[in-house]
């Protein structure tokens, strides 16, 4: 069973970086999708970015433009750039992957790891 560990989140200003890096246990070779999500404080789990094994990329509305999701095949490792960071994305991160896209699109999920929380100061 292939499990997953967040890392990377950290306090930052309104307009700061920060990179999460998602380190996956096993080979990511079959994972067609994989995505970050986050969740914030009374709010429901979001998807914010997903990458196919293609490394085709999709993202949320709201972190277009902002943020940048990358695969790195030989670390087994998803990354989550995030630039130009706001209040509004304080939250804690997860990520997540699965051989199905729609499983990823629809955050069809037994388990979740720990996550890393990213926390944007005004």
């Known amino acids: 069973q292939v499990q997953l560990v967040e890392s990377g989140g950290g306090l930052v200003q309104a307009g700061g970086s920060l990179r999460l890096s998602c380190a996956v246990s096993?080979?990511?070779?079959?994972?067609?999708?994989m995505g970050w999500y986050r969740q914030a404080p009374g709010k429901q789990r979001e998807l914010v970015a997903w990458?196919?094994?293609?490394?085709?990329?999709n993202y949320a509305d709201s972190v277009k433009g902002r943020f940048t999701i990358s695969r790195d095949n030989a670390k087994n490792t998803v990354y989550l750039q995030m630039n130009n960071l706001k209040p509004e994305d304080t939250a804690v991160y997860y990520c997540n992957a699965d051989p199905h896209l729609i499983r990823v699109l629809r955050a069809d999920f037994g388990s979740w790891g720990q996550g890393t929380q990213v926390t944007v100061s005004s």
């Open positions: 990458i196919t094994s293609s490394s085709s990329t």
């Open positions: 096993g080979s990511i070779w079959g994972l067609n999708a």
